[in-house]
Nanobody, 123 residues
Framework: QVQLVESGGGLVQAGGSLRLSCAAS????????MGWFRQAPGKEREFVAA????????NYGDSVKGRFTFSRDNAKNTVALQMNSLNPEDTAVYYC????????????????WGQGTQVTVSS
């Protein structure tokens, strides 16, 4: 069993940066691939980024590639999403998730989810 807690969300101006963190308890994160998803008001849940169990491979959604960076620190049982060059279209609730599967872009592959953290980008 894994519990996930996101932090670091908030209000930022367009062009600014935020760093989201996700801390895990219950089991070491090295067992799981990790993902970030987001859901904007009135929109479907969207894949943002994924990272492999050892952190050697990352995968990004087209809308964030080149602006966001996903990293993990298995020794601290945390992952982080560095978000740069933010724009109002990035406004959403961001969710951290853990998977023991092999389809990282699909929300249905994830076994555990955090509560979400709000990111709001003003114009």
């Amino acid at each position: 069993q894994v519990q996930l807690v996101e932090s670091g969300g908030g209000l930022v101006q367009a062009g600014g940066s935020l760093r989201l963190s996700c801390a895990a308890s219950g089991r070491t994160l090295s067992t799981y691939g990790m993902g970030w998803f987001r859901q904007a008001p009135g929109k479907e849940r969207e894949f943002v980024a994924a990272i492999s169990r050892g952190g050697g491979s990352t995968n990004y959604g087209d809308s964030v590639k080149g602006r966001f960076t996903f990293s993990r620190d298995n020794a601290k049982n945390t992952v982080a999403l560095q978000m740069n060059s933010l724009n109002p279209e990035d406004t959403a609730v961001y969710y951290c998730a853990a998977t023991s599967g092999f389809r990282p872009r699909l929300a249905a592959s994830y076994d555990y989810w955090g509560q979400g953290t709000q990111v709001t980008v003003s114009s």
